[in-house]
């Protein structure tokens, strides 16, 4: 069993429309948790990191962690075609090592 | 500010040949990290230098060395390339010792035949 799974789409939506990414994972000794958003044929950038469990905000989007369920989301609002990119989820027991999702591929048609 | 530099982008090898991938960051991180990223597969940690004068091997270490020459800079050699190791291979650095802030950079695509 993979240390993390991600479903990896691939998702489309409309222009605005409110988007909901996913990983669950095995190990509960996970603190760090984190989003990257990764461009085609680019390096992948920090979106959104949690320490622990709870939500956390930014702009449009919402990161929540849910340690109980070892579950965790990204929701994005009124997404914008530059959203269109592919979403790893990633954790971590120290922070020196992090396990990866595979990604999920997202597509906002305008 | 450039952040992670790696060099080079694109590079073909044959099975056998051996080559060194460049990394270097300005940011004055602690930390810095290998990666490759396969389809279905995500981004595996190879190893990762957690600070100048460390190394310690990741999750997919065999076939792989790499040297922290300083600070600024963190190097993954492929001594014998094999066509498993097609794949592109990422370099990241974090301030932190907790690496909570990754920061990537472009990325080498290596392509063995």
């Known amino acids: 069993q993979k240390e993390v799974e991600q479903d990896p789409g691939p998702l489309s939506v409309p222009e605005g429309a409110i988007v909901s990414l996913n990983c669950t994972y095995s190990n509960s000794a996970f603190q760090y948790f984190m989003w990257y958003r990764q461009y085609s044929r680019k390096g992948p950038e920090l979106l959104m990191y949690t320490y622990s469990s709870g939500n956390k905000e930014d702009g449009r989007f919402t990161a929540q962690v849910d340690k109980s369920s070892k579950y965790i989301s990204l929701f994005i609002r009124d997404s914008q075609p530059s959203d269109s990119a592919t979403y790893l989820c990633a954790m971590s027991f120290t922070g020196n090592q992090f396990y990866f999702g595979t990604g999920t591929s997202l597509t906002v048609i305008p | 500010n450039a952040g992670v530099t790696q060099t080079p982008k694109f590079q073909v090898l044959k099975t056998g040949q051996s080559m060194t991938l460049q990394c270097a960051q300005d940011?004055?991180?602690?930390?810095m990290y290998w990666y490759r990223q396969d389809p279905g597969m995500g981004l595996r940690l190879i190893y990762y230098s957690a600070s100048e004068g460390t190394t310690d091997k990741g999750e997919v270490p065999n076939g792989y060395n790499v040297s922290r020459l300083n600070k600024r800079e963190f190097s993954l050699r492929l001594e014998s390339a094999a066509p498993s190791q097609t794949s592109v291979y990422f370099c990241?650095?974090?301030?932190?010792?907790?690496?909570?802030?990754?920061?990537f950079g472009q990325g080498t695509r290596l392509t063995v035949v």
């Open positions: 940011m004055n991180h602690n930390s």
């Open positions: 990241a650095s974090s301030e932190k010792g907790t690496a909570t802030e990754a920061f």
